[in-house]
């Protein structure tokens, strides 16, 4: 008879005889990486010397550090107000052809008490930032550590948030929330029962849930959802094993109907116009990395297979103007090494192109992209390091560059010096005057993203 | 710790590191998915926040805890990393469970499933007591709870590995522990719902 402290100490499945010992090959390679440009390490001879290139020569930490510096290091802006930052200026590391576009400000951390938590529990807080108007944004956030996702709401332009009161038992999806005005919001969330769609219509301050009751077999999850009126919405879901749906509702909820797509996909985004036109971009079904998208000329009950550039993956990140023209991040090796581009439509989601990246420095890298109109596009991420770089962790260029021709041209943004490194992870356009963007900002201590604000 | 000259410095760093390179690599190995490179990356990245804030660290014992304090976040960090650009590229992609390898004794690769069923805050608990050695107080800094808490969720986490564990083979050995009904850490934990 064993007991059970006993056996689960057993049953670790790294126990110290299979883990590599401080004495091992690699872990001395590290240790003198990281000790670089000191004495060796340690007077025994036998150990093995780091012999690869020295540190400061290209190549030196070729593989790792790209690695370390992709980790996305966030910190808090303790204590520094916009009124210290806002001032403050450089030109950034990389700056395009053009001129730079206009300077962003800080408007401070958000929620910085519980904000301040969440990457402790390894989720990222508020890529969903969406600001229907230039004073009111909503983001979702993870509460606290052990808490579910939450929606939080500013009305004077990102300067005070509060905690939306959700409906008892419900957790809203992250990367879900889309607006149709100040005081209208839904998402896609969940309870007990299953999926639901959640809505508000005071600005946050109640929101109500109805259930999707679309007959979607167990295990389909909510991916996005987009809303044309208080009544009409496009859902799009997916199952564990990539094959995705669409529902559509015109009551506001009360009956949902499931639409067939052409083919298999795994969707991620949806938009939706009043004259009925929808887009759905994602990738392909089951394994396939080839990014898709699909139209709807009918409020989407029915769709078609969009013509897709050459070589791109996953597709996501769309964002829409009031006309049925959208941009969207994709992947491609087309332009050289695989990375993160910009691609557009300009007929409603029928066709999509590559815009290309004129203005924007080497190794731009936009996870997303927000348009107040078809000329006034901003697109936000960061720079990655050149191959040959060495780059300590958190040095990456913040990037947040505007394009005025429907992303084809970019003009690199400047940031306040403090704003210059780290990753701008989401951003929204209310108007063509008026942006918000959100950062996480390098720091080895804690972490909070920072709201950005532009006006024009 | 006051300013260190080069060679304290590096002395210092050498004992955090020959002390505790080992078991901070199993303690990011068995959170992160089979993928070495990646787990090597958060490691070397751990360290590296060691050599550059040495002098920040706190004396021993409480410098096993700051190690585990970087590792904890930066682990974290690397997850979320990955699940940003899974939503981006894949946002059907789940977290992975690391299991480690499969072994010779079928009773410690159950015992293993069992533990990666747990609710994630209940196998961070249990993970960290029998696989991490850490005290329940270390953990309860980690953490940010009380030893309370820890001892709660201990107990559950162990309750339910020996109720699963009785359920899905009867023909095993009875544990020697307690079967109680689970009981709430915290009346407010949710479990998180990860995309």
Redesign the interface.
Same mark, same amino acid.
């Given at each position: 008879v064993i007991d059970i402290e006993t056996l689960i100490e057993l049953s670790n499945p790294l126990r110290d005889d299979v883990l590599p010992t401080a004495e091992s090959p690699e872990a001395q390679q590290l240790f003198l990486e990281i000790t670089a440009g000191s004495t060796p390490w340690s007077p025994n001879a036998t150990r093995p010397r780091w012999v690869g290139p020295t540190a400061g020569t290209p190549g030196a930490h070729s593989h790792r550090w790209r690695a370390v510096a992709a980790l996305a290091l966030a910190a808090i802006v303790v204590g520094v107000g916009a009124s210290a930052l806002s001032g403050v200026t450089n030109p950034g590391p990389m700056g395009g052809s053009a001129a730079p576009a206009p300077s962003w400000k800080l408007v401070g951390a958000i929620s910085q008490a519980t904000w301040s938590e969440s990457p402790a529990a390894g989720y990222m807080p508020g890529e969903d930032l969406t600001c229907p108007t230039a004073t009111t944004c909503y983001v979702e956030v993870p509460r606290g550590r052990a808490g579910p996702w939450q929606v939080e709401v500013s009305t004077d332009g990102g300067s005070a948030w509060h905690q939306s009161t959700l409906p008892r038992g419900v957790a809203p999806w992250p990367t879900t929330l889309s607006c149709m005005g100040a005081s209208t919001c839904v998402a896609l969330g969940q309870d007990a029962a299953g999926n639901v769609l959640i809505k508000t219509v005071d600005s946050g301050e109640t929101w109500t849930s109805v259930p999707v009751a679309a007959q979607l077999p167990s295990g389909f999850q909510p991916q996005a959802v987009s809303c044309t009126s208080a009544t009409s919405c496009v859902a799009i879901f997916v199952s564990d094993s990539t094959v995705g749906v669409a529902v559509l509702t015109t009551d506001g909820g009360t009956t949902w109907s499931r639409s067939t797509l052409p083919a298999p996909m795994a969707p991620i985004d949806v938009h939706c116009f009043t004259d009925g036109t929808c887009i759905i971009t994602g990738r392909g079904g089951s394994e396939s990395a080839q990014g898709m998208g699909l139209y709807s000329t009918n409020g989407g009950a029915t769709w078609a297979q969009a013509t897709m550039p050459t070589g791109v993956g996953m597709v996501a990140s769309l964002s829409c103007d009031s006309a049925i023209n959208c941009l969207a991040v994709t992947t491609t090796a087309v332009l050289g090494p695989s990375r993160n581009v910009v691609t557009a439509t300009t007929n409603g989601g029928k066709t999509w192109v590559l815009t290309g990246d004129n203005g924007l420095p080497p190794g731009a890298e936009p996870f997303a992209v927000a348009c107040a109109s078809s000329a006034f596009c901003w697109a936000a991420g960061s720079v990655s390091p050149a191959d040959d770089a060495p780059q300590l962790a958190g040095t990456q260029p913040s990037l947040l560059a505007m394009s005025t021709d429907g992303g084809h041209t970019w003009r690199v943004s400047q940031l306040p010096e403090a704003l210059a490194t780290g990753t701008v992870v989401a951003v929204s356009c209310p108007g063509p005057t008026r942006c918000y963007a959100m950062e996480d900002l390098p720091n080895n201590a804690s972490s909070a993203p920072v709201l950005l604000s532009y006006r024009g | 710790v006051g300013e260190l000259s080069?060679?304290a410095r +590096?002395r210092r @760093?050498?004992e955090l590191?020959?002390?505790f390179?080992? $078991?901070i690599?199993?303690y990011v %190995? %068995?959170r992160l998915a089979a993928d070495g490179?990646?787990a090597?990356?958060?490691? /070397?990245?751990i @360290?590296?926040?060691a050599?550059? !804030?040495l002098e920040s660290i706190p004396l021993p014992p409480d410098d096993r805890l700051w190690l585990y304090g970087?590792a +904890? &976040?930066?682990? /974290? *960090? #690397? %997850? !979320?990393?990955r699940?940003?650009q899974g &939503? =981006? @590229?894949?946002?059907?992609a789940?977290?992975p469970v690391? *299991?480690?390898?499969p072994?010779e004794d079928p009773?410690?690769?159950r015992? +293993?499933a069992v533990?990666a069923s747990l609710r994630r !805050?209940d196998r961070e608990v =249990?993970e960290l007591v @029998?696989?991490d050695r850490l005290s329940h107080a270390e953990i309860a800094a980690l953490?940010?709870c009380s030893e309370n808490a820890v001892a709660l969720r201990l107990r559950r986490a162990?309750d339910r590995?020996?109720k699963s =564990?009785v359920v899905s083979s009867p023909a095993l050995? #009875? $544990?020697? /522990?307690r079967i109680q009904k689970p009981m709430n850490c915290?009346s =407010?934990?949710?479990e998180?719902?990860v $995309?």
């Open positions: - | 080069p060679p +590096r @760093f050498e590191y020959t002390g390179y080992q $078991p690599t199993g %190995r %068995r490179s990646e090597d990356d958060v490691v /070397a990245e @360290f590296v926040v050599w550059r !804030r970087v +904890r &976040r930066i682990t /974290a *960090q #690397s %997850r !979320r990393t699940w940003r &939503r =981006l @590229f894949d946002r059907v789940r977290e690391p *299991q480690g390898p072994t009773v410690h690769d015992v +293993r533990v !805050r =249990l @029998f696989w953490l940010g162990k590995v020996v =564990l050995p #009875s $544990p020697n /522990a915290a =407010l934990e949710v998180r719902i $995309p």
